[in-house]
């Protein structure tokens, strides 16, 4: 039995403790030293050696490694420079880097979960009231409750004066929870509905109690989800994936090629030196060397590009998964809706009336049917009360003390022009009777207008019993049957729409201390309030909609509140089910299962529902993103592929264990995001083709020169020495501009991409091997023509077509701006950044071949205008190839399709 479930007398007994004298300081000391001190463990954390040893585990940067090692001893045989190789060598440390520093980053979830505890704490030791460390609580500790705490463990408790306690950030629960000591619970209850109890880190907003410690440390609920953010582990995102799967084909083709290109050499009777050169020129060829930093770059650059979209990224790699995302399971309260309750609806028996603006913001109306409502008594009274019988203080549109409720009420009262400065003053409160969860009533009393008078408000069917009277137009009347029904009526349709109802009354107060003050009431009217939705949001889903993603709320509110805001935003799909937490508790695996699947709003959530809700999702196939503001969302959120906090209203542990960060709580901004890391990942696919495709060109050129070796005069056409200039400085340029591309007009209206579609695929790499082919065909023809030349040289051949290997890759670029547009139907040249890529790189290349120096060191010749045009002319074949390739683009099949349906 949990010690929720049984009386305060058995739990005493149980922890063997005095509610009267509490432990003795000794006994605290034996209890620490047999359950351990009360704070989150820390795990061990891996050094940041062993971080940046864990870098180069990579498949890629092992291939990346293999071809400095290759680059510096060619450079060491041939006498030649390093530079090559320690360029390479440059790029996987700061992929490293990189890395180690995401890392670091990526681990401090713990401890900003510790950071929540309160360092102090009031407990009953040795029959005396005293402060202690919370980390010397121990089992059975009378620990007592004030206004403004954090609470230090987790407690049953034995009293309870008006005790509210705002567990938003544990439970999701929007508004402070009424806690009452004397209940006792027979039957299991979600967290959120354990009112006789109080939980470590959640944050009493009014009243008093005390309780006694039944968890510590790492058994208490906010331990429990450290556990589940320790035992959570991150796997690698689809980019990573994707990466390593080319990474190794990479490998396996060049260590196939390069042996084949050997055993050739030899049957050929070429000289083993060379031959050995050439396998190493072919393996040179096969690495996209420049691919790592281009991805690493784009990455980071669209980071900052989402940040002017108010959203940080914690991570490159979250960039690209974000495109990616096919199911956003959304936090409803604080990301949904903007956690400040808003009164929108009063009543008088007679009228109905409608409150415009949201938040606690003092712009807005009151209006009835569209038009400004004129005052009269019965509102003037109803708007008075909300503002008097009242504790919080509203100090900004942003910032309120006290209860969230009655700060809502402020708001009403300020909207229809009520100076809530002078309130205090002109209305001076007498007396007052402070709410508690037997009356569920509170009452204040004023003079007003040179009278006394006692204002009533609190939980309509227990204020209406209390009513014999009824303000009807400024007039008293008795009240009626007729008048309970239908105030009651009003309160049910409110509440069934998720609104929180309150009830209003007052009376004269001739004695303002008499004792009777609640009874003989004088109905007035009624508010309905709820934590709106956000304006934006329901814009931003309906673009999730039409983009193919899904969107779930899952929340720890109750399943009416839940199924309401999210029928309003367009969450709530027909035949789609609303679930509570407490409904699939008894299902099977399977049943459990298919019902999230057809599952819109998961309500009552606990920290486990939330992982299990995403586990069944990635194990369908999904893509997930999870967005939330509190603790109990923090599991959740590093468990998800990318993880979503509210920068504003987010807890610090929910920043720490996310992916991504809001910095505007807007959830529109996901929809940005995603579109984003749509544009990014559709770059990516676009620059990985034209580097990959160069590498096939590169690699068909010197296998097929090895080949017709007798059309070549048996001259291998490129050294290492040019492949690497090709494929870090020729290639790499151009890639990342290809990285800078502007998004194509069906980015949000295509469905997500499947999980399971690589990055090269099937049809991709018929494509590529279609424009490597264009490029070796158009390279070999040019050093063929450069042997027939009078007078020509092996250097002068290799010039030839080392330059048409540049100028073909040159011009492909903007051939590969679109997969599937022709570049004359674009803009040709609207991508600045390709412009000057090119420009630079044909400078470049010029200085190679016209600066004597250079073209020595890279065994080049200056070349005729003649010769210069032939190499410049045949370069145009791998752009009608590129271009040619899209009119066999393939119609994808296998998109994901749900969110429409």
Not at 29 to 48: D, F, H, Q, S, V
Not at 433 to 456: C, E, N, Q, V
Not at 511 to 523: H, N, Q, S, T, V
Not at 630 to 649: C, E, R, S, Y
Request: glycine content about 6%; charged content about 20%.
């Amino acid at each position: 039995m949990e010690k929720y479930q049984g009386s305060i007398e058995q739990t005493l007994m149980d922890l063997n403790t005095d509610s009267k004298r509490g432990l003795t300081a000794a006994e605290a000391a034996a209890r620490i030293a047999a359950n351990g001190k009360n704070e989150l463990a820390e795990k061990r954390k891996k050094t940041l050696f062993g971080m940046f040893v864990d870098q180069f585990r990579d498949f890629l940067v092992i291939i990346l490694l293999f071809a400095a090692a290759i680059s510096i001893v060619t450079a060491i045989i041939e006498g030649e420079g390093l530079v090559d190789g320690i360029i390479i060598l440059a790029i996987v440390l700061l992929n490293a880097v990189l890395g180690v520093s995401q890392e670091q980053k990526a681990n401090s979830a713990l401890a900003a979960l510790r950071k929540m505890s309160s360092p102090h704490a009031k407990v009953l030791r040795d029959g005396k009231v005293t402060e202690v460390a919370s980390a010397d609580l121990a089992l059975g500790d009378i620990l007592y409750l004030d206004t403004g705490d954090f609470v230090s463990a987790d407690l049953r408790l034995i009293s309870s004066t008006n005790l509210r306690i705002d567990e938003s950030a544990l439970t999701g629960e929007s508004v402070p929870v009424e806690k009452d000591a004397k209940q006792v619970f027979e039957a299991v209850r979600p967290l959120a509905d354990r009112t006789n109890s109080a939980f470590m880190s959640t944050l009493v907003s009014y009243g008093k109690g005390q309780g006694v410690i039944t968890a510590v440390g790492m058994d208490t609920e906010i331990g429990k989800i450290a556990t589940m953010l320790d035992a959570v582990k991150e796997g690698k995102t689809p980019l990573q994936k994707t990466i390593d799967e080319f990474a190794k084909v990479l490998g396996i083709i060049c260590i196939v090629v390069s042996i084949f290109v050997f055993l050739l050499g030899l049957v050929q009777g070429r000289d083993v030196f060379e031959i050995f050169l050439t396998a190493i020129a072919l393996a040179v060829a096969a690495i996209p060397e420049g691919l790592t930093a281009v991805i690493t770059v784009v990455l980071a650059l669209g980071m900052q590009r989402m940040v002017k979209r108010n959203a940080i990224i914690k991570s490159l790699s979250t960039v690209e998964t974000l495109g990616q995302a096919t199911v956003i399971c959304s936090d409803k309260t604080g990301t949904l809706t903007q956690n400040k309750m808003t009164v929108q609806r009063l009543y008088d028996l007679d009228s109905e009336f409608q409150v415009t603006g949201t938040g606690y913001s003092t712009e807005g109306a009151i209006e009835q049917n569209g038009v400004k409502a004129v005052m009269n008594a019965n509102l003037d009274l109803l708007l008075k009360t909300c503002m008097l019988c009242n504790d919080a203080k509203l100090e900004s549109a942003e910032k309120v003390i006290g209860d969230p409720t009655e700060a809502a009420l402020l708001v009403v009262a300020a909207k229809a022009g009520f100076d809530l400065s002078a309130a205090e003053e002109r209305y001076p409160r007498i007396n007052e009777y402070p709410f508690d969860s037997t009356r569920k009533m509170m009452t204040t009393i004023h003079r007003i207008d040179g009278t006394h008078l006692a204002l009533t408000k609190g939980a309509c069917d227990q204020l209406i019993r209390h009513c014999e009277y009824f303000l009807d137009k400024g007039v008293v009347r008795p009240i009626t049957p007729k008048d309970v029904d239908a105030v009651l009526k009003q309160n049910d349709d409110w509440s069934s729409q998720a609104y929180r109802v309150l009830g209003y009354a007052y009376r004269q107060a001739e004695d303002p201390m008499a004792k009777d003050l609640e009874d003989g009431l004088i109905f007035i009217g009624l508010t309905a309030m709820i934590d709106p939705p956000r304006n934006e949001a329901k814009d931003a889903i309906m673009v999730c909609r039409d983009a193919g993603i899904r969107v779930m709320m899952i929340t720890g509110d109750h399943l009416t509140t839940a199924r309401a805001i999210a029928t309003k935003l367009g969450i709530l799909k027909p035949g789609h089910l609303a679930l509570s937490g407490e409904a699939t508790a008894n299902m099977t695996d399977a049943e459990y299962e298919e019902a999230i699947l057809r599952c819109d709003v998961f309500a009552r959530s606990t920290p486990e529902d939330k992982i299990r809700i995403i586990g069944v999702l990635q194990k369908n196939g999904e893509v997930v993103a999870m967005t939330g503001d509190g603790v109990n969302d923090a599991p959740a959120l590093k468990q998800a592929d990318i993880g979503v906090a509210m920068g504003i209203t987010g807890t610090e542990v929910s920043k720490e264990a996310s992916n991504m960060i809001l910095t505007d709580d807007n959830f529109a901004s996901i929809v940005s995001a995603v579109e984003e890391g749509r544009v990014i990942y559709a770059n990516i696919r676009k620059f990985t083709i034209y580097l990959v495709s160069c590498n096939i060109g590169e690699i068909l050129i010197i296998t097929l020169a090895m080949i017709f070796a007798v059309l070549f005069q048996n001259v291998i056409p490129l050294l290492a020495i040019h492949l690497l200039w090709i494929n870090l400085v020729t290639d790499s340029f151009p890639a990342f501009a290809l990285g800078m591309e502007e998004k194509e007009a069906s980015v949000m209206g295509d469905q997500p991409r499947s999980p399971k579609e690589k990055l090269l695929n099937g049809p991709t790499l018929v494509k590529i091997l279609v424009q490597g082919a264009g490029l070796a065909i158009a390279a070999l023809l040019s050093f063929w023509i450069g042997f027939q030349i009078d007078g020509a040289s092996v250097a002068q051949a290799r010039t030839m077509i080392f330059f048409t290997v540049v100028a073909g890759e040159l011009i492909r670029t903007y051939s590969a701006r679109s997969e599937t547009r022709f570049l004359f139907s674009m803009k040709p040249f609207a991508n600045k950044y390709l412009n000057i890529a090119v420009a630079v790189s044909l400078a470049l290349v010029f200085a190679l071949i016209y600066v004597p120096p250079l073209a020595a060191l890279f065994r080049l010749e200056a070349l005729t205008a003649a010769e210069l045009a032939i190499a410049a002319g045949l370069g145009l074949i791998p752009f009608l190839t590129g271009e040619l390739t899209k009119l066999f683009h393939p119609v994808r099949k296998d998109r994901v399709r749900h969110a429409k349906s």
